[in-house]
């Protein structure tokens, strides 16, 4: 199976400050999500993005699929955005998730 | 809006014990995937189903667990006997062929 890098692995934050997440893959996906993991443990989808760049309120991803990484931009991060945050590739059948970025947004 | 369905949420169980978790996938929904997540970690593919067919367990510890989706819909994942080891996320998720996946919330299984 492939690899997925994500980083940094823990990032703290000031609130109100912007942040970039990344997500590198070892080898070529046919998709990509990005997810948040809040505190009881659900996967909340953030993005659905194969490719180029996709914008939801203060939550922008960009993905270079043929340089095989993934972009998710927090701006003016909120106490609310603290979490552990996913990236996933799909290869095949297989979605393959990385060990993601723990953000904890302090006031 | 649809969601994916898991019970029950939380589970605590003794070594030896039978465990079972339930997942009803969102409507229409043939690819459904049980993961499982230790805390820290990222999620683990234990066995994803096209319809009611296994197209991958590699994972899956089959001398203890089990899963079945006999008619396509909604699944059940078994565990016996449990382990210490076994505590841990249980995640379901679905989607249609190769398409965007929902997670459900879980069942965090204690096995004491």
């Known amino acids: 199976g492939i690899q997925v890098e994500q980083s940094p692995p823990d990032l703290i934050l000031q609130e109100g400050a912007n942040s970039t997440l990344r997500c590198n893959f070892s080898d070529s996906v046919n998709n990509l999500q990005w997810f948040h993991q809040n505190p009881w443990g659900q996967l909340i989808n953030l993005f659905y993005?194969?490719?180029g760049t996709k914008q939801n309120g203060r939550l922008s991803a960009t993905t270079v699929a043929t340089e095989r990484y993934s972009l998710l931009y927090i701006s003016s991060s909120q106490t609310t955005d603290s979490g552990v945050y996913f990236c996933a590739g799909r290869t095949g059948n297989q979605f393959y998730f990385g060990t993601g970025t723990s953000l904890t947004v302090i006031p | 809006e649809a969601e994916v369905a898991q019970s029950p949420r939380y589970k605590i169980t003794e070594k030896s014990q039978a465990v079972a978790f339930w997942c009803d996938p969102i409507s229409g929904h043939a690819t459904l995937y049980w993961y499982r997540q230790i805390l820290g970690q990222g999620p683990e593919l234990l066995v994803q189903f096209q319809d009611e067919s296994v197209v991958d367990d590699s994972q899956l510890p089959k001398d203890r667990f089990s899963a079945e989706r006999l008619k396509g819909v909604d699944s059940t994942l078994k565990i016996q006997p449990a382990e210490l080891g076994d505590s841990a996320m249980y995640l379901c998720a679905s989607s249609y062929t190769g398409g965007e996946a929902f997670f459900g919330q879980g069942t965090r299984l204690t096995v004491v």
């Open positions: 993005i194969p490719s």
